[in-house]
């Protein structure tokens, strides 16, 4: 487990803390699992890893899409907790252009793997063996998540475990879910 990041467990303070890392693109202080609007650099970080397979993940196949990259990792026990309520979200908003992907923090296969056929996972999942795409993001809290949009812009970001089919989630994410551009 890397010394220098945290598991979110939802306590006010550790958040407050770890909001003063890189997340710097908050609108402002976001509670524990509340989707903010995203104000920092806006164009979404190629994201070029490896599956646990060992296949290379294409990120340009994901061009037209909203997709909800999260950050997270085995040991990290909110991170855990919120994985089915992450295929569910895919499940019902997959027909409609959207995607969930994965990024595992510096865990290898023999971790992931088993972890993803156990809870049913079935969005791709991507390791991120040395650190570098989580940096490039400004990840510094797990979870976090971020809603790019379908020309590639980050849109919102969710710093903390979340119950992704509420009411509240989906009506910040269908509204991007509109005609990709050029239809």
Known sequence: M????????????????????PL??????????ELQ????????????????DGTRFDWDALRG?????????TWCQPCVAEMPA??????????????????????????????VRK????????RDTDGAVTKAWG??????SFIVDRTGLIRYVLVGESEWTTPAVLSRIRPLLGPAPGR
């Open 119 to 126: 809870i049913g996972i079935r969005f791709p999942i991507v």
């Open 86 to 115: 992450l295929q569910r979200l895919r499940e019902q908003l997959g027909p409609e252009g959207f995607e969930v992907l994965g990024v595992n923090i510096r865990e290898g296969p023999a971790r992931i793997e088993p972890f």
């Open 139 to 144: 990840v510094g809290v797990y979870p976090t």
């Open 37 to 52: 609007p995203w104000t920092g650099k806006t164009d979404a970080p190629r994201i070029d890893l490896l599956h646990p």
């Open 65 to 73: 899409k909203v997709v909800l990259v999260n950050f997270w990792a």
């Open 2 to 21: 890397p010394g220098s990041k945290v598991c979110l467990a939802g306590r006010r303070a550790l958040l407050a803390a770890a909001l003063a890392l």
């Open 24 to 33: 710097a693109g908050l609108t402002r202080a976001a509670e524990p699992g």
